[in-house]
């Protein structure tokens, strides 16, 4: 809806050539924004995962029930741990296997939470000791956070050379008007421009994403 009103926008007052470039600019921005909130969600459910799994071990040392473990960690956690527990719990209560419950395909920290499920499922079907291979998942995701993390940070100055980068067009319209060269006026003002100008901004936001496609891709 911002891109759509961004782009009419610019129509009314540029025309279409600048309505275009501003649509794709708004939609890069947008998707980014949208991608970055994701990841901030996921890298603060898996923590709070975490300290989930964390209490459900100590409660299944101490003798709890699966069921009453589960329950124990809804009440005590935090954000989509605590919603995946609850209703694992329930499913306990009901006869019903908690490993469904902990199956949530749309939560931020799906791939998380499946790997618990797949450990659940396994000591249920094969009676095998639930603390110990709860223990083992969370050692797992554990690493994984970490790496996550180190990873982040260490491609943050990759992400922010091709911000920059995708930045210097602008750059040279500015030089090129202080110059005399009258850019914006080519490109808002031409038919020439209203065909530059959106391809320039579809290369900058190509750029951009396909940058991030590449970061994204070594992230676990």
Avoid: N, Q, Y
């Amino acid at each position: 809806m911002a891109a759509c009103l961004l782009a009419t926008a610019a129509a009314a007052l540029v025309g279409i050539g600048a309505a275009i470039a501003t649509g794709i600019l708004a939609c890069t921005v947008l998707l980014r924004i949208h991608r970055s909130r994701t990841d901030r969600t996921r890298e603060i459910g898996s923590a709070d995962l975490l300290d989930a799994l964390e209490l459900v071990v100590a409660e299944l040392r101490v003798g709890a029930h699966p069921g009453a473990a589960a329950e124990s960690a809804a009440t005590d956690a935090r954000g989509e741990a605590a919603k995946a527990f609850a209703v694992a719990a329930g499913r306990s209560k009901l006869g019903g296997s908690a490993a469904d419950g902990l199956e949530r395909p749309t939560s931020p920290i799906a791939p998380e939470l499946t790997r618990i499920a797949t450990a659940w499922r396994i000591a249920e079907e094969h009676g095998l000791a639930l603390a110990e291979l709860i223990t083992a998942a969370r050692t797992d995701l554990h690493a994984r956070h970490r790496f996550r993390g180190r990873t982040t940070a260490a491609l943050a100055g990759a992400r922010a050379t091709a911000t920059v980068l995708a930045a210097l067009p602008v750059l040279g319209i500015a030089l090129g008007h202080l110059m005399g060269a009258a850019p914006l006026e080519v490109l808002l003002g031409s038919g020439t421009g209203t065909i530059l100008l959106p391809l320039g901004a579809t290369f900058a936001c190509a750029g951009l994403l396909w940058t991030d496609a590449i970061t994204r891709s070594v992230l676990p």
